[in-house]
T-cell receptor, first 114, second 115 residues
């Protein structure tokens, strides 16, 4: 069956360090992969989208990689700050980006300590 | 910054009652979605809506659920006879193009508590 795994439920790091979050999937061939941030009691907020033919995407302190051979995406936050503390969700398109839907992983809760 | 708005922010209802959750998607978006998140669990897809009809629905979206776009701005989710297990955060989302190809804008959610 199809599965998305974000293999750390929680990640604690020191301010200024780089946080690296992992998303693995099985039995999917997504054309797109997205990362969202979710704060407690709030809706997901879009961060980055990467296509299957892109290896890497950057936006300010954020970087996403997408390895379709390993079926894995890595999400990096460089120079992390306490304000980056949140749950980060990986999401895959279900039907190749048509009128389909996004399937979410359970998320990794990041805590950045000052 | 455009945003998706949802009302109410919190709804408490008795088991067996009908509830309607309301959403105003971003005005130039064409695709609309409902997701839910049970406390401590992942965000789950319920239904997608395009061109005034359901384009896809999950197995969660059974006959108790329905969606409607009653006018040019609102998008509603109705649960006909609520059960305890319907208690969750319900998120509305909208996109310019099909979900997956572009960023999704989510509302802040409606917390539904069924007692």
């Amino acid at each position: 069956s199809q599965k998305i795994e974000q293999n750390s439920e929680a990640l604690n790091i020191q301010e200024g360090k780089t946080a690296t979050l992992t998303c693995n999937y099985t039995n999917y061939s997504p054309a797109y992969l997205q990362w969202y941030r979710q704060d407690p009691g709030r809706g997901p907020v879009f961060l980055l989208l990467i296509r299957e033919n892109e290896k890497e995407k950057r936006k300010e302190r954020l970087k996403v990689t997408f390895d379709t051979t390993l079926k894995q995406s890595l999400f990096h936050i460089t120079a992390s700050q306490p304000a980056d503390s949140a749950t980060y969700l990986c999401a895959l398109d279900h039907y190749g980006g048509s009128q389909g839907n996004l399937i979410f992983g359970k998320g990794t809760k990041l805590s950045v300590k000052p | 910054e455009p945003e998706v708005t949802q009302t109410p922010s919190h709804q408490v209802t008795q088991m067996g009652q009908e509830v309607i959750l309301r959403c105003v998607p971003i005005s130039n978006h064409l695709y609309f979605y409902w997701y839910r998140q049970i406390l401590g669990q992942k965000v789950e897809f319920l239904v997608s809506f395009y061109n005034n009809e359901i384009s896809e629905k999950s197995e969660i979206f059974d006959d108790q659920f329905s969606v409607e776009r009653p006018d040019g701005s609102n998008f509603t989710l109705k649960i006909r006879s609520t059960k305890l297990e319907d208690s969750a955060m319900y998120f509305c989302a909208s996109t310019e193009q099909g979900l997956g190809t572009t960023e999704a804008f989510f509302g802040q959610g409606t917390r539904l508590t069924v007692v």
